[in-house]
């Protein structure tokens, strides 16, 4: 009895690791295509207003955003909410910290980053790269820093805004990839491109 048990548990456990591990290059092309397109129109976007070494700050979390809604589509730290709220909120508690406690990076790195992430926590809105974006408003170069609140509309609130846009057409061009996981919010997305379908 315990030798078929632990017999079914290995069986069991290669058929997980190899579904796992299989590729999809379809899959692969679509996630490089999604990621290519939002920073590159960010990118473009955000080079009209920042200097162009000052946008590799600002990419580093919206590169960290990409990996999740384009490679990792079904995770809950994927979906809209997060996507768009995590970072807000993280820019906004960035900010906040950057204007009102002194210059000590010592303390206000890490109490930015903290704070963000109960924030998130407490709204539901957990996106791993809100932490950097909070930690960009206190330790971003003075450009950045200059932004003040602005910074939380533009870049990040303008950046989500596009890599969303962005993940709606490319994560539900194929059948295997739906997003938002939410099917109420998807089935309403396919209804509104039939209609657009059919008036044409």
Known sequence: MVKKKIRRGIRLSKYIIYKETLVDYKEN???????????????????????????????????????LIFGAIQSPLAQPRNLIGGPFISALIGVTIYKYL??????TAPLAVSLSIVAMQITKTLHPPGGATALIAVIGSDKI?????????????????ILFAVALIFNNITPNRKYPTDKRFTDSIKKVFRLKKYQN
Do not use: R, T
């Not at 920073?39 to 600002?58: P, R, V």
């Not at 820093?145 to 805004?161: C, D, N, Q, R, T």
């Open 145 to 161: 820093k200059s932004l003040g609140y602005f910074y939380v509309i533009s870049p990040v609130l303008m950046g989500s805004l």
């Open 102 to 107: 002194p210059d000590i990076v010592w303390l």
């Open 29 to 67: 092309f679509w996630s490089f295509a999604g990621a290519f397109i939002g920073i590159g129109l960010i990118s473009y976007a955000q080079s009209f207003q920042l200097a162009q070494h000052e946008n590799l700050f600002l990419i580093g979390s919206f590169g960290a955003s990409s990996v």
